[in-house]
Structures are given as structure tokens and as C-alpha cells.
């Protein structure tokens, strides 16, 4: 399960939402503002998810693909309706069918990379899925403006969990609206947040196939939300430039001078030796 392509929502993939958190701090709280195709989304929530957050909900959009089951907006089951009411959705933008995922605890764990999936560790996933469920996207047009959960659960003692994406995600994940995808064996390989941070942003620029390039404060700020000075940008820049080089044992060619990263994301359908490599 881990080494599938995941279909990904792509303004939360540029938008910076998941950043690398400093540990035993408390959590600031969360508002992101994203401009994507001339439509405004806004996440807000009492408390910033991390990048295991970002891994979470990556695991649930790879079980709610093509093909898996959907929750209709008149659910009839006690669950269904539960978790229908919890995505406290509102505006035709979040009419429709949505994505309904049975799971639980401990696969969720697995598919987050998790070693061991017993006891702590579920608790860590349990309140990584708490912590989701409590951020509202806003999404304003000229013309309207809707918001939704970005998803709801229903958690049982136990330990079978139930899920609901907002539709949004739900369409993203089923392919049946724009989607960049990001492959869960190459980010699980990544040692630090800040590099499965920059691997996500940097699926959700580059297409398969593609090429493109960054300055290193673009970078920075894509991951962290915001530019440092001294040797603080100079220990974002280290961690950085180690997350590239881990990049390039996988199906990424980077080429990193003094001001400027070059990143080639190979294609999905071509042997190693005929993807192409920056010059």
C-alpha cells in the first residue's frame, strides 16, 4: 500500500499547510491562505497540524481512491449521518458524494510508516486525526464563498475507524478533478519533516516528466512559511539541501548551485535509462 501514488488535493499541496513544528513547543494556531486558479482557500483550525499530519492524510486519500466506496450527502446510516452532520459542510461546493472509509487504527499507522502500531503510537495517530478533523477550508469566489471540515471520524473503542473526506479531497483522490500525485514509498524514505514537507510541495509543482526551478529562499518558504536570516536560513538551507540529496536516490535528478536548485522529476512510463537528467 505504501509504494501507490496517491491523488492529492493540489491547492493544499501548495499552500503550506503542514510545516516542520519545533517539538515540545505548543502548537501555534493555524491560518493559511492560498490562492489557487482565482479561488481563494483559507484553513483555519485552534491548532497548526505537522507534517505527520500531512502523512495521515495522504494515507486516508490513498484508501479512498478510484473505485472505493462513497458516502452520499443523504446518508441513511446512523454513521453515515454522523459523520455527514461532523463535515459541517455548507455551499454547493461541498454538495454531492463524498468519500467514506472504513479503517482503523493500526493500518493507519502502517500506512503512516509506523514500525511499531500498537499502543502509543495509536495514540499519535489518534489525535493526528483529531487534529485534522478540526481544520475549516473556506473557499471564496467572486461569486460565493462555502465551507467544510477538511474531514470527519467516527472512532470506535475498538479501534475501527471510520472516515469522511470533505469533497474537495474526495473528488481529488477519485481523479475526477485536478490532482498532482506523490508517491508514499518515496516520501516514507525521507529521514526529516522538512524534506517529506519540500518532497510534497515539490510533487505538487513538478509534473512527471518535467523540470523546474527554485531559488533556495522559495524553497524555504514553501516549507516553512515564511524566510529566515543568518544561521537560521542556514540551517534551514542544510536541511534542505539533505532532503534533495535523499531525493535523488529516488525518481528525482537535482542539480544545486550556490543560488539555484534545478529539480527533474522522472516520468512515470520511462525505463531509468531513458529519463531524461538536467544538463
Not at 43 to 71: D, H, I, K, N
Not at 136 to 160: H, M, Q
Not at 212 to 238: D, M, P, Q
Request: proline residues 4%; contains cysteine; aromatic residues 6%.
Amino acid at each position: 500500500m505504501t509504494d501507490r501514488i496517491v491523488r492529492y488535493e493540489p491547492a493544499i499541496a501548495l499552500s503550506g499547510l503542514f510545516r516542520p513544528l519545533q517539538a515540545r513547543q505548543e502548537r501555534p494556531r493555524l491560518s493559511v491562505t492560498q490562492q489557487f486558479k482565482g479561488v481563494t482557500f483559507e484553513w483555519v483550525a485552534p491548532v497548526a497540524p505537522g507534517v505527520p499530519e500531512q502523512t495521515l492524510l495522504l494515507a486516508l486519500m490513498s484508501l479512498a481512491g478510484p473505485g472505493m466506496q462513497r458516502l452520499s450527502q443523504q446518508a441513511t446510516s446512523p454513521i453515515g449521518k454522523q459523520l455527514r452532520q461532523a463535515l459541517m459542510s455548507e455551499g454547493e461546493m461541498f454538495a454531492g458524494e463524498t468519500a467514506s472509509i472504513r479503517t482503523s487504527l493500526s493500518e493507519l499507522a502502517r500506512l503512516c510508516g509506523y514500525v511499531d502500531c500498537g499502543g502509543a503510537n495509536l495514540e499519535q495517530v489518534k489525535q493526528m486525526l483529531r487534529r485534522l478533523a478540526e481544520i475549516t477550508v473556506w473557499i471564496r469566489t467572486r461569486d460565493y464563498e462555502a465551507s467544510s471540515r477538511l474531514l470527519s471520524v467516527v472512532l470506535s473503542r475498538s479501534g475501527n475507524t471510520r472516515v469522511a473526506l470533505n469533497t474537495c479531497l474526495a473528488s481529488a483522490a477519485w481523479g475526477e478533478t485536478q490532482y498532482v500525485k506523490i508517491c508514499m514509498s518515496e516520501r516514507l524514505a525521507l529521514t526529516s519533516h522538512p524534506g517529506m514537507a519540500l518532497h510534497a510541495f515539490l510533487s505538487g509543482v513538478i509534473r512527471p516528466g518535467k523540470e523546474h526551478s527554485f531559488n533556495w529562499t522559495s524553497l524555504e518558504r514553501a516549507v516553512w512559511g515564511g524566510n529566515a536570516i543568518g544561521s537560521t536560513f542556514r540551517s534551514r538551507k542544510a536541511k534542505l539541501a539533505c532532503a534533495l540529496a535523499e531525493m535523488t536516490q529516488k525518481d528525482w535528478s537535482i542539480k544545486a548551485e550556490k543560488k539555484i536548485v534545478s529539480v527533474s522529476r522522472h516520468s512515470d512510463n520511462k525505463s531509468p535509462a531513458k529519463r531524461r537528467h538536467p544538463q
